[in-house]
């Protein structure tokens, strides 16, 4: 998680999923916490439920929204976990148009490439620090060693 407010939105959600199973009365054999990108799919919980899938231990998946699971191919994903007889139960499932959902998904990569460009920019001036202070330790270390060899 990158902010304090989606490890609280992370906590709500678990709390809400909760309640929701108890008064369903579903036993909840397991809850599994992924902080990360949904559009991110090498996260180690995320291929740890897809292994479970594959091996027919898990029954069912309930999540709260579609786009904090899985950002796209949803429909691809709910077949997937079909052949190996699970099932998907999204609790807040807002019905939305093709144009709407054409259009989150635009948003959604938008995001993701913003965040990429950020990264890249934090990385690079990373990189310019590091190299500003190897050029400083060098210039020490010269200045250092003229003044050794003109008090030998």
Not at 31 to 36: L, N, S
Not at 62 to 86: G, P
Request: include cysteine; charged fraction near 30%; aromatic fraction near 10%.
């Amino acid at each position: 998680m990158s902010t304090r407010n989606q490890k609280d939105d992370l906590l709500n959600q678990v709390a809400f999923l909760r309640q929701f199973c108890n008064a369903k009365g579903i036993i909840v054999d397991q809850c599994i916490e992924d902080y990360g990108s949904g559009l991110n799919y090498n996260r180690k919980k995320w291929n740890k439920l897809l292994d479970e899938v594959m091996e027919q231990k898990i029954k069912t998946i309930i999540v709260t929204h579609k786009d904090r699971f899985i950002r796209f191919s949803y429909d691809w994903f709910e077949k997937f976990c079909m052949k190996f007889n699970t099932t998907i139960v999204v609790v807040n499932n807002e019905e939305l148009s093709p144009q709407e959902e054409l259009v989150q998904d635009i948003v959604s990569i938008l995001h993701v490439f913003s965040c990429r460009l950020y990264g890249l920019r934090k990385y690079k001036k990373q990189i310019e620090r590091d190299e500003e202070i190897a050029k400083e330790l060098q210039d020490r270390n010269k200045s250092n060693r003229g003044a050794e060899s003109q008090n030998s």
